[in-house]
């Protein structure tokens, strides 16, 4: 009797052990696995909901619905990050919701070497985290290679007055040529910004230059024959993003005014726009008029 009991016991604990780790399948993904120093990491965190019910997340004054752990390749454990919503939303009931989530801001990476990252998602019916994967990352650093030049924070942008620097790197990721800004605090070296602007082709030198906002412009080939105008605001931020094809004879090129710089040649290009249609070259014969015959040949 007593081992039939255990055994009922036990068996009700691995059901209910079964049913709690059935809760969430939690998946996570890095857009990337290497970053330079100060780069914030974006993640893809998927979660389907296995609970067989409805589940609202999120809301003020409820928890931290996500939590990231951070381990060094040493064993030891950074300070968890969290991620709560003032805004409540519902995991359906067997739906699958994708959330991009930018898991720092230069926090994570300020220190070099390799990390695994390990999401885990708050179930509130429970109070119970579930787990992801686990994800690997290498944080590096490379020297300001192709720009580097002080300027003073203007007014209208916070800390005016103080001395910051404009860096631009060249950075080899694997087979690929990676664009980079940083803004920098002249007086302590501080990374106050650093973030990629994309992959760059050699085959055409960038043209890069602070304007009289105190702005930084970069021109530089970011595909065949497309070029990128990035403008970076003294603060660190993205301030415009432009592309521009390179028709024969007609390259674009950045030039300095007294109102900041324009680009002069080329076409302008939205990547986002849909492909023009193609012009048909030839008619097929099935597109011939029904009425349309062939013309006899004449009599000799």
Request: aromatic letters at 8%; a positive charge.
């Amino acid at each position: 009797m007593k081992f039939m009991t255990r055994y009922l016991l036990l068996l009700i604990l691995c059901l209910c052990c079964g049913q709690a780790r059935a809760q969430y399948v939690t998946n996570l993904t890095l857009l990337k696995n290497q970053f330079l120093t100060g780069e914030p990491v974006v993640a893809e965190v998927t979660i389907t909901n296995r609970s067989g019910a409805d589940v609202i997340v999120g809301g003020h004054g409820s928890r931290d619905w996500l939590q990231f752990e951070i381990t060094e390749s040493t064993g030891r454990n950074l300070a968890p990050i969290t991620i709560g919503s003032e805004t409540p939303f519902t995991m359906k009931a067997g739906g699958t919701m994708k959330q991009k989530v930018e898991i720092s801001g230069g926090y994570s990476t300020s220190s070099l070497g390799t990390f695994s990252i390990v999401a885990n998602v708050l179930h509130p019916i429970s109070g119970q985290f579930y787990m992801s994967n686990r994800a690997r990352m290498t944080i590096t650093d490379s020297k300001p290679n192709m720009f580097d030049q002080p300027f003073g924070v203007p007014q209208g942008f916070p800390s005016a007055g103080r001395q910051r620097r404009y860096q631009v790197i060249l950075f080899r990721e694997l087979d690929d040529l990676q664009l980079y800004y940083r803004v920098t605090d002249d007086r302590t070296g501080a990374y106050l910004a650093t973030a990629l602007l994309g992959p760059a082709m050699m085959a055409v030198q960038p043209q890069i230059s602070i304007d009289v906002h105190n702005k930084l412009h970069i021109l530089f080939l970011a595909q065949p024959h497309i070029f990128c105008h990035a403008v970076v605001n003294p603060d660190g931020k993205i301030a415009k993003r432009s592309y521009y094809r390179d028709p024969e004879g007609n390259r674009p090129t950045l030039v300095m005014t007294q109102k900041g710089a324009d680009v002069m040649g080329g076409v302008f290009f939205d990547p986002s726009a849909p492909p023009a249609p193609k012009k048909k070259s030839m008619h097929k014969a099935s597109d011939r008029p029904k009425d349309l015959g062939l013309v006899p040949k004449e009599k000799k």
